[in-house]
């Protein structure tokens, strides 16, 4: 009797983890997903899907995307079939691989009602990819370390040297970059060829306009040297930030970036990269929400998933993060209406609230930040499910980016001195 109450002691729990997991998952709370799924002992059917999930966003893809099509074999049209063929374009497409991508996600739009929300976009996407179809993976060499250094522009951002068709030009660096950008000035400065594709991009007045591309055979970026590199282009008046009389030319994405693995900027705008740099040791910080990375902090003894975004200058708290504050924090809100200055000129006005002082933890590393904004409003799609965005401000010490480890570290004090970093 004793050992038939143990099994349906055992039967009962591995229910309700299922259940546990399957709340996690549908929050978008991957961090914590991948903590429960860790824990030893399961042995459901749907924890392989999960298992499938986590390792494609944690950035190990290649697994991900077999874990997954194991999955999809017993369970081609059941509940979360839909949900798998979407991790797995994505991570096609993290990968590089357009044509494999474009046909997950046309099996997602197979499964997926007309009305869905989000199945224009995904449409939109889909015939993006189609149109790289024939484009090779982007991957990175590594020659000899260049001395290279960023620099700070007027939006807040780094600025990095980069070289087309040995022809330079300064370029944001931007982790929030689904793709590397520039404006059409640039792309023909630099001796490229612009392709119409059948998807659209949404125009700063909210006019859909068809969307331009180039291919770049080689991106050089100090040592490293990115082949088949893909570039947004853009008219020039789209990138243009008007009330700063500021022209952006170009944006060096989240593709680029991740091919090269391991890159680093220093608080005076030192850059290092590629193999020269440590890995960094301790379990994962980011995962891929799509093409963006979420980056997790500590608050309060609340853990936060923020949108990295290295081309923002200021961090943003949303809606969520609210009641991770202190209740001192709480009491020191302050409203303000302030404007926002968009590309292509547009001036966005909002609400918000002001905490004045905000102290974070990223890796162990008390952060202290100043007058940040609280959104009143959560943003709309996956972006609710996130609880701010981590800007430039926050990372005034340096950052370290690494891919392969999933890891970012808020400085670059750990790193040797190295021939690129002078």
């Known amino acids: 009797m004793n050992k038939v109450l143990v099994l349906l002691c055992c039967s009962c729990l591995t229910a309700a983890d299922a259940s546990h997991l399957r709340e996690l998952n549908g929050n978008h709370r991957f961090f914590d997903l991948r903590r429960a799924i860790n824990e030893p002992g399961w042995n459901s059917e749907e924890t392989l899907f999960y298992r499938g999930v986590v ?9 991900g995307i077999e874990v997954l099509r194991n999955f999809l074999a017993v369970n081609a049209d059941g509940p979360l079939a839909r949900q798998a063929h979407e991790e797995i374009a994505e991570a096609f497409e993290r990968t590089y691989r357009y044509s494999d991508a474009a046909r997950q996600w046309a099996e997602w739009l197979r499964l997926t009602p007309k009305q869905d929300p989000d199945r224009e976009g995904n449409a939109n996407t889909q015939a993006l990819l189609e149109s790289l179809g024939d484009v090779r993976p982007e991957r990175c060499l590594f020659g000899p370390d260049v001395p290279i250094h960023a620099t700070h522009n007027r939006l807040g951002s780094w600025d ?25 000035s640039e792309a023909k400065r630099m001796g490229l060829t612009i392709h119409e594709v059948k998807a659209w991009v949404d ?8 969307l331009h591309i180039a291919v770049a055979n080689t991106i050089r ?7 088949n590199g893909v ?7 789209a990138l243009n930030i008007s009330p700063l009389h500021y022209q952006i030319s170009g944006i060096l994405g989240l593709p680029v970036l991740r091919a090269i693995g391991r890159i680093g900027i220093g608080k005076s705008g030192e850059v290092v990269m590629g193999p020269s740099v440590p890995a960094s040791a301790g379990p994962p910080n980011l995962y891929f929400d799509g093409q963006s990375p979420i980056v997790e902090i500590e608050h309060n003894r609340h853990q936060l998933q923020m949108f990295f975004d290295s081309g923002a200058n200021a961090t943003v708290l949303y809606p969520s993060f609210r009641k991770a504050l202190l209740s001192r924090e709480q009491s020191h809100l302050q409203n303000k209406r302030e404007k926002t200055a968009g590309a ?17 933890d990223l890796l162990g590393k008390e952060i202290e930040l100043e007058r940040i904004s609280l959104l009143h ?23 370290l980016i690494d891919f392969p480890a999933m890891r970012l570290e808020p400085a670059l004090d750990r790193l040797p001195v190295s021939r690129s970093a002078h």
């Not at 970026?221 to 082949?227: I, K, L, R």
């Not at 292509?344 to 974070?360: D, K, N």
């Not at 996130?386 to 010490?397: H, N, T």
């Open 203 to 210: 125009g700063s007045t909210g006019q859909r306009n068809s």
């Open 160 to 184: 990095v040297p980069v070289q087309i068709n040995d022809v330079t030009g300064a370029w944001i660096f931007d982790t929030g970059a689904n793709l590397s950008t520039v404006t059409e």
């Open 221 to 227: 970026f100090g040592g490293a040297q990115v082949d």
């Open 344 to 360: 292509g000129g547009t001036i966005y006005q909002r609400t918000s609230a002001v905490v004045p002082t905000l102290s974070i």
């Open 55 to 63: 390792a494609c966003r944690f950035g190990q893809e290649n697994t």
């Open 377 to 399: 409003e959560p943003p709309t799609g996956s972006s609710r499910y996130r609880d701010g965005v981590i800007g430039m401000d926050a990372l005034r010490e340096g950052l």
């Open 231 to 237: 570039l947004l282009v853009l008219r020039d008046e």
